[in-house]
């Protein structure tokens, strides 16, 4: 998605940058073109499986407090599981919420009216037209059908949100995607259960500005910066009136961790059959989530008979502090086929690689690792190629994940697994790994294609003995190593979008997912 793939490639520029220190160490992986080599390759069949992925870590603790994108909304497809995504905010109380600000003179009244209350996200979106006047935008970062409605509605959280571990309060806390989640009953939304469709129109909010009569006095245009898109819900006035406005010269607000514990945030719901899931950026300063309390102060003379004045106000309680997702997965519809492996991203599927065959003599090593390190083969190149399953490729191309991640998907002494990464991300770079998706003559996705020569040197040389299954999944940017030492794989990931591939079962060999090196050996040798 937009957003993401421009901290990717950020990412993944330093991961190149940093491959070109003269610290590493030259594993063999050049190619030899004099007359005492000769080259060749060989291909190893890989057996590849699926395998669940039960949670992901939603919130962004771990990685500075914020995560790239927030999902909501729903996404179904009959080959992957059902996600319906809402998301889960605490707000931060503005500075200043002072409701009068003004003396007026003793013989006056000051009645205070509420006018709108607005929850308001923008979308990702892209200008199409660069007259402001006439803006247009595109949406970006949706999958499904945005012609479907979901169910929308916002609740009072009643869940408390704590950065501390209540376990372990040295530790921080950890929300995975399937936490659960207490909310109030009453419906925050003043129409409810809202049938929601994504829509690049929705630029702008008329607010009606009322005196205490009821009286409307004038309208005000409230847009974000430059027109852009954004989800708007209007909020119920009495209640945001009780729950909020009314508690401001109370001891709920002296702080911002007592505002927490007496309201302790929102849960933005989605919920349906169908519809669209939407990626939002809550990073951009100047397009932040929020609610907003639209008010007048409507000055009354002559015993309150008379307006002398109108002081309109906005209080603005941005989406801050711990914001996190809820995803709420429904198992596919049909399941997948023998020949076949899903992968989706979020808390959806993975697959898991097998290279190497068996160890049949039980020493701890694959048979196949065992001869091939009799070769002395001075590796040149080492690639994995995972075949798209071309008839579960669906219309919709914006859903096909661009680049999946391929990691050590490893288990520890206690049975745990601690996930690594290949040695290639951090000797090489992202875009020298690559697992870009690969389109063939007519644009039909096609496979997926990984370098991982330093690795499988590695493992040839007898550097290494650690060949757990390698995992393959969608990937998110969190999953790129940060700095040279740097060899865990995280547990994020906020990218829905799925593929399915095909596995060694299938029968035509010509697709089956293999390991193909290429090696040089000295002629005399051979």
């Known amino acids: 998605m937009k957003a993401t793939v421009s901290v990717a490639i950020t990412v993944f520029l330093l991961v190149s940058i940093v491959s070109c220190e003269e610290d590493f160490t030259d594993i063999g992986t050049s190619i030899v073109n004099n007359g005492e080599f000769s080259t060749n390759d060989t291909v190893f069949e890989i057996e590849v499986t ?3 992925i039960e949670n992901v870590q939603a919130d962004g603790f771990e990685i500075g407090g914020v995560l790239g994108q927030y999902l909501l909304g729903v996404y179904n497809n009959s080959n992957y599981k059902k996600i319906e995504a809402s998301i889960i905010s605490q707000l931060a109380i503005p500075s200043d919420l002072t409701i009068v600000d003004n003396t007026f003179g003793s013989d006056t009244t000051v009645v205070t009216t509420i006018d709108t209350v607005l929850l308001r996200i923008p979308y990702n979106a892209s200008l199409l037209t660069t007259a402001v006047v006439n803006s247009d935008y595109q949406l970006d970062s949706i999958i499904g ?22 376990s372990s309060p040295a530790l921080s806390n950890i929300y995975p995607s399937d936490q659960i989640y207490e909310a109030g009953m009453q419906k925050l939304n003043s129409v409810e259960d809202i049938q929601f469709m994504p829509n690049r129109r929705d630029t702008a909010n008329f607010i009606t500005r009322k005196l205490s009569t009821g009286e409307i006095y004038t309208t005000d245009t409230i847009a974000f910066p430059n027109l852009t898109p954004s989800i708007n819900i209007p909020l119920r006035e009495d209640l945001i009136q009780e729950l909020l406005f009314d508690q401001y010269e109370t001891s709920n607000f002296t702080s911002q ?11 933005i719901q989605a919920e349906g059959d ?27 003379v002559d015993g309150g008979t008379v307006v002398f004045d109108t002081v309109k106000k906005t209080d603005t309680f941005l989406l801050s502090g711990i914001r996190t997702n809820q995803y709420k997965t429904t198992p596919a519809g049909q399941l997948p086929g023998v020949n076949s492996v899903p992968i989706q991203g979020v808390s959806g599927s993975m697959a898991q690689l097998k ?27 080492a690639t994995i190629t995972i075949y798209v399953d071309q008839d579960v490729i669906e219309p919709d191309t914006t859903a096909i994940p661009y680049q999946l991640f391929i990691f050590k998907d490893g288990v520890n002494n206690a049975g745990l697994e601690t996930p690594r990464q290949i040695i290639d991300y951090i000797s090489e770079g992202v875009n020298e790994v690559g697992g870009a998706l690969n389109v063939n003559d007519d644009n039909k996705p096609n496979s997926y294609t990984f370098k991982i020569t330093d690795y499988i040197s590695e493992l040839l040389a007898g550097n290494t003995d650690n060949l757990p299954a390698l995992g393959v999944r969608v990937l998110s940017p969190t999953d790129l190593p940060t700095s040279t030492i740097d060899t865990i794989v995280r547990n994020y990931n906020w990218n829905p979008k799925a593929i399915t591939l095909l596995n060694n079962n299938t029968q035509n060999t010509s697709r089956k997912p293999k390991l193909k090196i290429s090696y040089s050996l000295k002629t005399e040798e051979e």
């Open 145 to 166: 059908n945005q012609l479907v409605p979901f169910t929308l509605n916002v609740y009072k959280l009643e869940t408390y949100l704590s950065n501390l571990n209540p």
């Open 355 to 381: 290279i190497l065959g068996d160890d049949n003599d039980l020493n701890g090593l694959p048979d196949d690792l065992e001869e091939l390190r009799t070769k002395n083969w001075l590796i040149n190149d």
């Open 274 to 300: 169908n519809g669209s899931l939407i990626s939002l950026s809550f990073n951009n300063n100047n397009l932040q989530p929020l609610i907003d309390i639209y008010y007048t102060n409507t000055v009354l």
């Open 50 to 52: 699926g395998k669940n």
């Open 257 to 267: 961790d007592a505002f927490n514990n007496y309201f302790r945030g929102i849960k």
